[in-house]
């Protein structure tokens, strides 16, 4: 049984930064790409942020540029999203995901609310 769980999320002004946090437990899953999405009310879900698998590059949505970094610790099977300069439109649920082939899984969700 596979689980991620996310940490994080919380209320910030406009300008301030956020760190999510998400833990994956469970069966081995090597050879995966992990990622972060985002979904705001009444909004698709997008890709914020992902680290593939192969080669280690990162890859980050137009608006996230510059301002998101992921990471992972593979040791700690961690990874992360560091959030600056947060703006009124990142607000959304964050979701930690990894996948590989037609494998999937995803996490609950940490809400980030910029005002």
């Known amino acids: 049984h596979v689980q991620l769980v ?12 956020l760190r999510l946090s998400c833990v994956y437990s469970g069966s081995s899953f090597t050879q995966r790409n992990m990622g972060w999405f985002r979904q705001a009310p009444g909004e698709e879900r997008e890709g914020v942020a992902a680290i593939y698998s192969g080669d280690g590059s990162a890859i980050y949505t137009d608006s996230a540029k510059g301002r998101f970094a992921i990471s992972q610790d593979n040791a700690r099977l961690m990874w992360y999203l560091q959030m600056n300069s947060l703006k009124p439109e990142d607000t959304a649920m964050y979701t930690c995901a990894a996948w590989s082939g037609n494998t999937e899984y995803w996490g609950q969700g940490t809400q980030v609310t910029v005002s």
């Open 6 to 17: 996310e940490s994080g999320g919380n209320s910030v002004q406009a300008g301030g930064s």
